[in-house]
């Protein structure tokens, strides 16, 4: 029987997108997928740098774990799992097709299919997708079903809700203490504005002293909700659906994507430099200085521009800046996973169209 492979992400932030996709693939096609998850050895970077099929990347025992029959399709993201996947195809005699999420760093030759976002400014080719926004498993059934479970947990504070989604540094953005007062300030004016209630979550990449000072900063009433790794009772979902407005620090395109998703008003917020026409006072980190610099004078292909993405967004009335009007939409959005499994399914020789509305 024909079966998928998922070599699972190793960072947080693209699990949920890699397995949405291959959910969504095995679905479509009534075929089994089986998830595995890898251990690296760190210190081995050369097949990464020289797009080779290898497994000198992976443990012995990841090693064993891949054996025939080898899948009709293989789906990943990540620098790491690239030598991997290539070789499976190899081991197979190349009858494994290989799907790569995200930002491509091999040569685009080398895959037999990218789905990919603006960011990562990858050229447009026969055997790439570039999609809109991020991939996510979201949908009205979870949604609904997310708002009834948490509707209870935030019932004593006034409607309607002001969902705030905090992400981190990323690239040559940080959030900072500047950036965390500021948010707070400016969502809490927007709730208060609104007569409601700010329903505030943060994530695995917020910095603790950020959210400590964001937390002091707020004035209107709030759930403040600091993540936790592996809880079952995060309310992430939750307050997504119980949303009347979305604002999502703009360093993070998944919680963008996902908050797009609901089709309600969502806010941008400028941690600082996003915007050139709107000159934002901005934390200081040498990391982010360093960046600045690699995307400025540097090979393009080691660094991402979320700016891209931002662009696209307000450009389709998806989303707008955070003090400014909310959005009004002028036509339905892609369904970017619909697109995605459409372009897989042609990729196996299975080219009709896919409905997940």
Known sequence: MPAIWLIDAYRAGERG????????????????????????????????????????????????????????????????????????????????????????WGRLDSFDLVVTTPQYRVPDRANVVNNELTLHSFDGDRLQAAGARWAETFASLPPPYVTVNIGGDSGPFTFGPKAAERLAQDASSLARELGGSLLVSTSSR???????????????????????????????????????????????IAMLSEACATGKPVYIYDLGGMREEVPVER????????????????????????????RQLLAAQRASWLGEAPPSQAEAPVNDLARAVSATRALLGEPQAVDLE
Request: charged share 20%; net charge positive; with cysteine.
């Open 17 to 104: 997108q890699v397995r949405a996709l291959a959910d969504a693939v095995a679905a479509s096609l009534g075929w089994p997928c089986r998830r595995i998850e890898l251990d690296y050895r760190s210190h081995i970077i050369l097949p990464h740098i020289l797009g080779a099929a290898s497994v000198s990347g992976i443990t012995e025992a990841s090693r064993r774990a891949l054996a025939p029959p080898w899948p009709d399709l293989v789906i990943t993201c990540g620098v790491r799992n690239e030598p991997v996947c290539r070789w499976i195809r190899k081991q197979s005699g190349g009858h494994t097709r290989y799907l790569h999420l995200g930002r491509p």
């Open 206 to 252: 917020t910095p603790v002293a950020a959210a400590d000072i964001l937390e002091r900063n707020i004035d209107v009433p709030c759930h403040v909700y600091r993540w936790r790794p592996d809880d079952q009772d995060n309310p992430y979902l939750g307050m997504l659906a119980l949303a009347e407005r979305l604002v999502v620090t703009g360093d993070s």
């Open 283 to 310: 934390d200081f980190r040498w990391g982010g200085f360093f960046y600045g610099l690699l995307m400025r004078w540097l090979w393009q292909r080691l660094s991402r521009d979320i700016t891209l993405v931002h």
